[in-house]
């Protein structure tokens, strides 16, 4: 598609301030479901892998150690990044619709072909590639989510979506109970069934993205620009449902610069000449929740097995009472976001989380904690920290220009899960050599991480709720500029 507006040309629009104002419908459910998924998925992965954990261990299977699954977290991980800082950029440059269809096939092909690995290596490669199309599916989700969600409710929603991750962990988790079941399958042939299940979602969803449309924002900043208001004019007619030709309240008119595709010069000029605050909070934010997540929660099957002495066919009791705290956080939570605003919530969460991590810490130390006991205090802990974890995908996404949404988000996520990513192999031999008190040394340093980014978020944070995407970002146009009438 060629754009009808060159670049460079300064336009007046009012389709952001009609996105903005549409009242929520079922259409705006539709599209959560759609791309929401993406968490759903990333979800079940790494729940099957923390669930099979013990599984794979057993010559029946692969035959791996508590280091080499750890190793085969964090290969899965840098996938991750590698698929975002690639489709970070691809979103960018073509769109957030063709992208979230190439990102999830990528995906489905990968992690489908897991269920037939024939050794570690092979299976390492594999991880390797489901990571990149799920890394990629972060950029064009995200984008795309909050290119198209009211600006009112872009907290709640964003927290929700993250927080539906959770799903994808008790769904893997309750699933690993009836495939590890061996009175149902051989051992050996369960957990490839396991594995098989992450394609067979993916795909169902795979057929609903087809019909979604591409952000209007992007096709504005693109020059597509009666493309983007006959995009905006579809969404209006499915967003109203029975009554399509209903007059429509007149929304606020917003001048918007045409800037085609950006170069990488042009990201890391925003990134650390115009915006440094908010680049040093969102890199705060994103390592501090990759640690805290990446260290305990690919170990969590192992903890419980070696300290607590949980069969390795039933990780997924224990999984799924902490997967449901984790979902409910974001969701009771996120609304607050709106309300009492990103500056309140956001400290408050990384600081409450870090807090209750350490007493948790303590508590297991002093050998106060059993299986149930563990999995109750790790839901009080990560019903916080899961919504903190969400709002800080919120923010490296809301504070961003729109021509380079997918690739801020993929610099800071890449950012956060490559240094996080070394955790659940350094947290895999922690628990191989048994030292309890090496694993609280570890939750300590995750603690003193959410800390230190609750102080950041404080003091460099943005009052981005209720506002606009283009007005969190505003610029003036050049002197003496004279933006072209589009309606």
């Given at each position: 598609?060629?754009?009808?507006?060159?670049?460079?040309?300064?336009?007046?629009?009012?389709?952001?301030?009609?996105?903005?104002?549409?009242?929520?419908?079922?259409?705006?459910?539709?599209?959560?479901?759609?791309?929401?998924?993406?968490?759903?998925?990333?979800?079940?992965?790494?729940?099957?892998?923390?669930?099979?954990?013990?599984?794979?261990?057993?010559?029946?299977?692969?035959?791996?150690?508590?280091?080499?699954?750890?190793?085969?977290?964090?290969?899965?991980?840098?996938?991750?990044?590698?698929?975002?800082?690639?489709?970070?950029?691809?979103?960018?440059?073509?769109?957030?619709?063709?992208?979230?269809?190439?990102?999830?096939?990528?995906?489905?092909?990968?992690?489908?072909?897991?269920?037939?690995?024939?050794?570690?290596?092979?299976?390492?490669?594999?991880?390797?590639?489901?990571?990149?199309?799920?890394?990629?599916?972060?950029?064009?989700?995200?984008?795309?989510?909050?290119?198209?969600?009211?600006?009112?409710?872009?907290?709640?929603?964003?927290?929700?979506?993250?927080?539906?991750?959770?799903?994808?962990?008790?769904?893997?988790?309750?699933?690993?109970?009836?495939?590890?079941?061996?009175?149902?399958?051989?051992?050996?042939?369960?957990?490839?069934?396991?594995?098989?299940?992450?394609?067979?979602?993916?795909?169902?969803?795979?057929?609903?993205?087809?019909?979604?449309?591409?952000?209007?924002?992007?096709?504005?900043?693109?020059?597509?620009?009666?493309?983007?208001?006959?995009?905006?004019?579809?969404?209006?007619?499915?967003?109203?449902?029975?009554?399509?030709?209903?007059?429509?309240?007149?929304?606020?008119?917003?001048?918007?610069?045409?800037?085609?595709?950006?170069?990488?010069?042009?990201?890391?000029?925003?990134?650390?000449?115009?915006?440094?605050?908010?680049?040093?909070?969102?890199?705060?934010?994103?390592?501090?929740?990759?640690?805290?997540?990446?260290?305990?929660?690919?170990s969590y099957g192992l903890i419980l097995e070696r300290f607590h002495?949980?069969?390795?066919?039933?990780?997924?009791?224990?999984?799924?009472?902490?997967?449901?705290?984790?979902?409910?956080?974001?969701?009771?939570?996120?609304?607050?976001?709106?309300?009492?605003?990103?500056?309140?919530?956001?400290?408050?969460?990384?600081?409450?989380?870090?807090?209750?991590?350490?007493?948790?810490g303590g508590l297991f130390l002093a050998g106060m904690l059993n299986?149930?006991?563990?999995?109750?205090?790790?839901?009080?802990?990560?019903?916080?920290?899961?919504?903190?974890?969400?709002?800080?995908?919120?923010?490296?996404?809301?504070?961003?220009?729109?021509?380079?949404?997918?690739?801020?988000?993929?610099?800071?996520?890449?950012?956060?899960?490559?240094?996080?990513?070394?955790?659940?192999?350094?947290?895999?031999?922690?628990?191989?050599?048994?030292?309890?008190?090496?694993?609280?040394?570890?939750?300590?340093?995750?603690?003193?991480?959410?800390?230190?980014?609750?102080?950041?978020?404080?003091?460099?944070?943005?009052?981005?709720?209720?506002?606009?995407?283009?007005?969190?970002?505003?610029?003036?146009?050049?002197?003496?500029?004279?933006?072209?009438?589009?309606?």
């Amino acid at each position: 598609m060629l754009p009808d507006t060159p670049r460079g040309t300064w336009v007046t629009t009012d389709v952001p301030g009609r996105l903005d104002a549409l009242a929520w419908s079922s259409w705006h459910r539709r599209v959560i479901v759609a791309l929401g998924i993406t968490w759903m998925l990333d979800g079940l992965e790494a729940s099957l892998v923390a669930n099979l954990a013990p599984t794979l261990q057993l010559r029946e299977t692969l035959g791996l150690s508590a280091t080499q699954i750890g190793l085969a977290n964090s290969v899965y991980l840098l996938g991750q990044v590698a698929g975002a800082l690639l489709f970070g950029h691809l979103t960018d440059r073509f769109g957030r619709k063709r992208l979230f269809l190439v990102t999830l096939g990528l995906y489905l092909g990968a992690t489908g072909l897991c269920a037939l690995a024939p050794d570690f290596t092979t299976f390492l490669v594999l991880r390797l590639l489901a990571g990149g199309g799920i890394g990629g599916e972060y950029s064009a989700i995200n984008s795309a989510i909050d290119e198209l969600v009211p600006a009112r409710v872009r907290g709640a929603v964003d927290l929700g979506v993250n927080g539906s991750y959770w799903i994808g962990v008790a769904l893997g988790a309750a699933a690993t109970l009836i495939v590890l079941d061996t009175r149902l399958l051989p051992v050996a042939i369960g957990w490839r069934v396991a594995f098989g299940l992450g394609a067979v979602l993916g795909l169902m969803i795979l057929v609903v993205r087809r019909h979604l449309p591409e952000s209007p924002r992007w096709l504005l900043m693109h020059g597509h620009v009666q493309a983007a208001r006959d995009t905006m004019a579809g969404i209006e007619a499915q967003a109203r449902g029975a009554d399509p030709g209903a007059p429509r309240t007149p929304a606020p008119v917003t001048a918007v610069k045409v800037t085609g595709p950006v170069g990488f010069a042009h990201v890391v000029d925003v990134l650390l000449r115009r915006y440094p605050r908010r680049t040093v909070l969102g890199l705060s934010l994103m390592l501090a929740q990759a640690f805290l997540y990446n260290a305990i929660f690919f170990s969590y099957g192992l903890i419980l097995e070696r300290f607590h002495g949980v069969a390795a066919d039933r990780v997924g009791l224990y999984i799924v009472p902490f997967a449901v705290g984790n979902f409910l956080g974001p969701l009771m939570l996120g609304r607050l976001f709106d309300t009492r605003g990103r500056r309140v919530m956001i400290p408050l969460t990384y600081a409450l989380s870090g807090v209750l991590l350490l007493v948790t810490g303590g508590l297991f130390l002093a050998g106060m904690l059993n299986a149930v006991t563990q999995t109750l205090a790790w839901m009080v802990v990560f019903f916080v920290a899961s919504a903190a974890a969400s709002a800080a995908y919120l923010t490296v996404s809301e504070l961003f220009p729109v021509e380079l949404r997918g690739m801020a988000i993929a610099v800071f996520y890449a950012f956060g899960t490559l240094v996080g990513a070394g955790a659940p192999t350094l947290f895999g031999a922690i628990v191989d050599q048994g030292a309890a008190g090496g694993l609280v040394a570890g939750y300590a340093l995750a603690a003193a991480l959410m800390i230190a980014a609750a102080v950041i978020a404080r003091r460099l944070g943005v009052d981005a709720e209720g506002r606009s995407l283009e007005d969190i970002c505003r610029d003036d146009g050049p002197p003496g500029a004279t933006p072209r009438a589009i309606e």
